[in-house]
């Protein structure tokens, strides 16, 4: 004998599991969306120039060399998402400390404090005078352009020993990433930061005064790796300035001629640089340049820059994470020493990303690993730095006349990531270029 619902039970059984698995859908959905909350009660200004609505429309995932986020980088960059949330009780803190006064700044953020994809935009102040009398260097002509109320001009680009303290370690773990210290235990980052004692590591041009033939002015190029530089003829120009920036997979063997062969600045995060060193071997990128003028900037995304930093420098072992190794690490060199390490302030990359390139990614599921390019610090770091910017192999409007990178043996399309907004990044270069803050390598 055949056993049988009744119709009507058989239709509350149906209705009650639609419920059910709607129920569950809601559940999942909005798990992943975060709840308004009151940041700040300030009054603020929108700086948004280079937003573009339509940026994130054609976005890839799949990460390429320089782009690729290992899983201690993504758990590192889930905590951006839970730093919004401590951003509340930030001001609060902040005020019941002297000391954290005394090395902070308020300015009017950039983002509308009540928005959720806001950032603190509040910062360490460094009070390093210019290296030279220029007469005509950047951070004189940024008061007459549309960037005057974006630039800081003591913002800390550098950070070295004497940035760690326990106040500062409460302010900066609120960020994860490469905004903050949020993804850096306080004992790894104390014993790191504290090999960089040395005027070399907090000076960015630390043998100015060393040189012979000085100029009035620090002229820099700073080099991308973009396929405009593919037959350029731009090599000997490039290496002609006082300083050379360069950035990840920067192959130079057979592109002299387009490229330059100095390297002054080298800048990476231990990530990119390891992408780099697989999926560029085939053109001849063995690793960062080696060489007496070069010195090796950090961008540090979490403890693994922190971590080779301090073994590259003391000649030591790496005893935990990715890189771990019975023998010291030779990336720079058998012979490196302390002074030829830099690495970025996260204040410096966050101010970057609040103020220069808050990006429409920050709306969509890409925020948690959102960060400008390793190639648009490395370029900022220059403007805020250097007297006179040459920037050359950075993405321009017709890109789509090149190959990807100026090493590529075949036509490869530029392609886009939604851990960074080049589009963004390119307006800002044409917008730098129009205003006179820097002078754009363009082909058309």
């Not at 012979?335 to 990303?353: A, G, Q, S, W």
């Not at 390019?373 to 950075?394: E, K, N, P, R, W």
């Not at 399309?413 to 044409?430: G, S």
Request: net charge neutral; proline share 5%.
């Amino acid at each position: 004998m055949t056993f049988r619902l009744p119709s009507r039970l058989l239709l509350w059984f149906i209705g009650l599991l639609g419920v059910a698995l709607l129920t569950l859908f809601v559940v999942c959905v909005t798990t992943q969306i975060p709840v308004p909350w009151q940041v700040m009660s300030l009054q603020s200004k929108h700086f948004r120039f280079f937003s573009d609505k339509n940026d994130s429309s054609s976005l890839e995932y799949q990460p390429s060399a320089e782009n690729e986020l290992d899983t201690a980088e993504e758990l590192g960059q889930n905590s951006l998402q839970k730093s919004d949330v401590q951003n509340s009780s930030e001001s609060g803190n902040d005020a019941k400390s002297d000391q954290a006064k005394s090395i902070t700044n308020s300015l009017k953020p950039v983002a509308k404090p009540t928005e959720l994809d806001f950032f603190g935009d509040r910062y360490a102040t460094d009070d390093i005078p210019s290296q030279t009398n220029c007469p005509n260097n950047i951070r004189k002509r940024v008061p007459q352009t549309q960037f005057a109320e974006m630039f800081l001009h003591s913002i800390p680009v550098l950070q070295w020993a004497k940035h760690f303290s326990p106040v500062e370690y409460q302010r900066l773990s609120h960020y994860g990433g490469a905004h903050g210290w949020g993804s850096v235990s306080a004992e790894v980052l104390n014993s790191s930061l504290a090999i960089l004692n040395t005027p070399a590591n907090r000076l960015m041009f630390d043998d100015w005064e060393n040189r012979a033939h000085r100029s009035e002015c620090i002229r820099c190029a700073v080099v991308g790796n973009g396929g405009i530089l593919n037959g350029s003829r731009k090599g000997k120009e490039i290496d002609e300035h006082d300083y050379v920036f360069r950035v990840n997979g920067a192959a130079l063997t057979g592109f002299e001629n387009d490229v330059g062969s100095r390297t002054s600045f080298y800048t990476f995060s231990t990530n990119t640089m390891r992408n780099s060193m697989r999926s560029y071997a085939r053109v001849g990128y063995k690793g960062p340049p080696i060489s007496k003028e070069t010195r090796y900037i950090f961008l540090p995304d979490h403890d693994r820059d922190y971590i080779l930093m301090k073994a590259a420098s003391t000649h030591t072992a790496i005893d935990q994470g990715p890189e771990r190794s019975k023998n010291p690490p030779t990336y720079f060199g058998e012979d490196v020493t302390v002074e030829k390490f830099k690495i970025y302030h996260p204040d410096f990359i966050r101010y970057l990303r609040n103020r220069f390139l808050h990006s429409n990614l920050l709306k969509t599921g890409a925020r948690r690993i959102y960060r400008p390019s390793t190639g648009a610090v490395m370029l900022l770091a220059a403007i805020h730095t250097c007297d006179q910017v040459d920037a050359y192999g950075f993405m321009t409007p017709d890109y789509t006349l090149y190959s990807d990178h100026y090493y590529d043996k075949q036509r490869r399309a530029v392609h886009f990531y939604a851990n960074h907004d080049m589009r963004m990044e390119m307006r800002l270069w044409q917008e730098l270029h129009n205003a006179g803050l820097i002078n754009l390598f363009m082909r058309q």
